[in-house]
């Protein structure tokens, strides 16, 4: 079974400029989210789907991030404009559904450098 | 929302020797704990669960126990070998969201 796929694998960009992420789930797992991982600290949710409809955002910061999942497979995370402190690794993971002891499944994520 | 604390944040044991790495989290309402462990360059991998209807689970050299009453939950990796050296999270799942700890980076000496 294939894994979660992201791309690219690394980013190195200057700061006020744009930049999209790519992530591709588990076939068949309705419910995908991207996270935010900051050097030496744990996953922080930045927004979670179901299908193609958004459960959770409220950690997103929505003046400069946004993301989509237009046919509830593929997702798009965009940055615009970057900032210094978004240096991290973006984090894309599934599950097979949203609901209780469902486990997720990350990808290799990736880390994005803001100079 | 829910707080999971991870302890220690760094670890280190000599080859052969347990590891034990402990959580603790604030909502009642959380019922699925994942750990998972994550090299360098990678994405976390999931290496043991339990929900909240299961006191222990174990897996090969890796178990996890939970204890509600006290909201904590803890890994356990008997005879470490050195390709246990990797970041280790512990999460819990409470309505639609997964809460990460912070992290423990073990190291299995040689």
């Known amino acids: 079974e294939a894994g979660v796929a992201q791309s690219p694998r690394y980013k190195i960009i200057e700061k006020r400029q744009s930049v999209a992420f790519w992530c591709n789930p588990i076939s068949g797992h309705a419910t995908l989210y991207w996270y935010q991982q900051i050097l030496g600290q744990g996953p922080k949710l930045l927004i979670q789907?179901?299908?193609?409809?958004?459960?959770?955002d409220s950690q997103l910061p929505k003046d400069r991030f946004s993301a989509e999942r237009l046919k509830g497979v593929d997702s798009t995370l965009k940055i615009q404009p970057a900032k210094l402190e978004d240096s991290a690794v973006y984090l894309c993971?599934?599950?097979?559904?949203?609901?209780?002891?469902?486990?997720?499944?990350f990808g290799q994520g990736t880390r994005l450098t803001v100079v | 929302g829910e707080n999971v604390e991870q302890h220690p944040s760094t670890l280190s044991v000599q080859e052969g020797d347990s590891a034990v790495i402990k959580c603790t989290y604030s909502d009642s309402a959380s019922n699925y704990f994942p750990w998972y462990k994550q090299e360098l360059g990678k994405g976390p991998q999931l290496i043991i669960d339990?929900?909240?209807?299961?006191g222990e689970k174990k897996d090969q050299r890796i178990a996890v126990t939970l204890n509600k009453t006290a909201k904590h939950f803890s890994l356990h990796i008997t005879e470490t070998q050195p390709e246990d050296s990797a970041v280790y999270f512990c999460a819990a799942r409470t309505v639609n969201q997964f809460y990460f700890g912070t992290g423990t980076s073990l190291t299995v000496i040689p």
């Open positions: 339990i929900r909240s209807n299961v």
């Open positions: 993971a599934s599950s097979l559904s949203g609901g209780k002891n469902t486990e997720a499944f």
């Open positions: 789907f179901q299908n193609n409809g958004v459960v959770d």
